[in-house]
């Protein structure tokens, strides 16, 4: 049971607290998380390819049921999934806190992944419900804002935690914000109702997507330790491309799918979606790493590494919302374009930088620091409008899903394909080192040098793919007033869209009903 309250009861600046505020518990949980992962690592005497499953487990539960929760969504209401996952995201939260080993904290952090897929996914789809596409850039800012302002503090308090409190008490924290965002929510987030008439849950189609993405992850986080050539890895590759072709035939040919796949062949939707996905790979990758690299290069404590992260990154209170009025102003494309630049820069300056020599390495550090929020800041409030622009009338769920998918996957990949170079790159250095360990948390026994070489060679694939982040932003188009005939490319296509019962087709053209 929901409140039913319609958008225009409620002001508009509260809609937009709201989804923030949700948004805003997320990322400081994942900045507080982040920031223990090395504390944690060393308490529990887990090497640094389990402990980052810390993440990767939430991180992939997350993002295979986005595109399930973002289609019940349409079914049931996107305030009641919103709702739920707030709940459940709470409820994982304090069952984190109480683990008492590895594995507990794995499986609520899974728990923790189910709330957050419900809970993102349904953030874009409200904001397009409850605002015009003239103003959602500002609101996509305040989003990011919220986002980046939430990781700051996570850093800043994490290390606090974690140094005096020890990495339990993490979790604890969030579960009071939990507790109000509930009761916010629940009185105040207006009801907008059903998208779609339910005909049925695509069950084979969300039991696909979902064991598709899990195997996935689950292979790339094995290749860097089994090998990439292993029969077990290709394994996994094949299996991963045979279910997502075998997803693609199936929603292509099903009545009521899960996705409809007619978005994928729009193209500009498909290279913002592809520019969002890498972003979110390099930052993501790169702040997982930078905690070890600032205790484990710079020998910074925990609390001290946490500050160090969380002051440039305060930059984005004044860029998210700059960004969110450029692109309502002027279009998403020039803001993407200076975040790309910003990330590359950023990338460019932490491969090549060895802080270990000379007394101001740490100014480099901070610079590098500096351009990767300005990068976060302009890139995400505009590329999601972006996206979102691309939006046809009855598609909103199904586009902010895909949205998401492609955000939150670039997030798992991102952790796991950087941990794998500097975990694979540290263990084959370090293989007959004196004195060095090849279990638990290596990581803490072996030399300085060896260290940055894997951290450097983490960086340089993500200032690879910054460089292609920034071609794509080149080539992105902004479509201030989409319409559904803009997806459609032959005969095929129409007969899929013919089955939404909100779309009529006449005469060649298509008008909603």
């Known amino acids: 049971m929901t409140n039913n309250i319609t ?3 409620v002001n508009k600046g509260l809609i937009t607290f709201i989804i923030s505020f949700g948004v805003f518990i997320w990322s400081f949980s994942a900045g ?38 973002g289609k019940i969504g349409e079914y049931v209401g996107y305030k009641k999934i919103f709702l739920g996952g707030l709940f459940l995201f709470t409820v994982g939260s304090y069952f984190s806190g109480i683990s008492l080993n590895i594995e507990q904290l794995i499986l609520s952090r899974i728990l923790q992944g189910i709330g957050s897929a419900m809970l993102l996914s349904m953030t874009p789809a409200i904001i397009a419900v409850n605002f015009p596409n003239a103003v959602r850039g500002k609101i996509f800012g305040y989003i990011s804002l919220a986002t980046t302002v939430a990781l700051s503090l996570g850093y800043g308090v994490g290390g606090l935690i974690t140094e005096y409190l020890g990495w339990h008490w993490i979790f604890f924290v969030t579960v009071p914000l939990g507790m109000i965002a509930i009761v916010l929510t629940y009185r105040y987030l207006p009801d907008t109702g059903k998208v779609e008439e339910y005909h049925g849950f695509d069950i084979v189609g969300s039991l696909l997507i979902f064991f598709s993405m899990f195997i996935l992850i689950i292979t790339l986080e094995m290749g860097g330790r089994l090998g990439w050539t292993s029969s077990l890895i290709l394994l996994g590759l094949i299996s991963c491309l045979a279910l997502l072709i075998i997803f693609y035939k199936w929603e ?86 200076i975040g790309a630049v910003c990330l590359a820069i950023a990338l460019l300056v932490l491969t090549v930088l060895n802080p270990t020599i000379g ?72 293989a007959g080192l004196e004195g060095a360990i090849s279990t638990g948390a290596f990581q803490f026994s072996v030399p300085v040098e060896t260290l940055l070489s894997g951290f450097q060679q983490a960086f340089l694939l993500g200032a690879v793919i910054s460089i292609l982040i920034i071609i794509a932003s080149l080539i992105s188009k902004e479509n201030p007033d989409p319409d559904e005939s803009d997806y459609i490319e032959d005969l095929e296509d129409l007969e899929n869209l013919n089955r939404i019962e909100n779309i009529n087709i006449e005469t060649g053209n298509i008008s909603k009903k």
């Open 32 to 69: 507080i998380v982040t920031i223990a992962l090395p504390s944690i690592s060393q308490y529990l005497d887990v090497s640094t390819s389990l402990v980052s499953w810390v993440v990767v487990a939430h991180l992939l539960v997350l993002t295979s049921f986005l595109l399930i929760f």
């Open 252 to 337: 292509s040919n099903y009545k009521y799918p899960l996705f409809k796949m007619c978005l994928l062949k729009q193209r500009y939707l498909n290279i913002s979606i592809a520019a969002g996905f890498m972003t979110s790979f390099v930052l993501t990758g790169t702040i997982f790493l930078l905690p070890f690299y600032l205790e484990l290069i710079m020998n910074y404590t925990t609390d001290v590494a946490g500050l160090i992260i969380l002051i440039p990154t305060l930059l984005i209170i004044f860029v998210g919302p700059l960004s969110g009025r450029i692109s309502d102003k002027t279009g998403s494309k020039l803001p993407s374009i």
């Open 7 to 9: 958008p225009n009861k």
């Open 359 to 430: 007394k101001y390495g740490i100014i480099f550090v901070l610079l590098a620091l500096l351009m990767r929020s300005l990068s976060d800041g302009m890139f995400s409030p505009a590329n999601n409008k972006l996206v979102m622009s691309h939006s046809p009338p009855g598609m909103t769920g199904s586009v902010s899903s895909l949205l998401n998918t492609a955000k939150y996957l670039g997030l798992v990949m991102g952790v796991v394909i950087f941990e794998t170079i500097f975990d694979s790159t540290v263990s084959h250095s370090a």
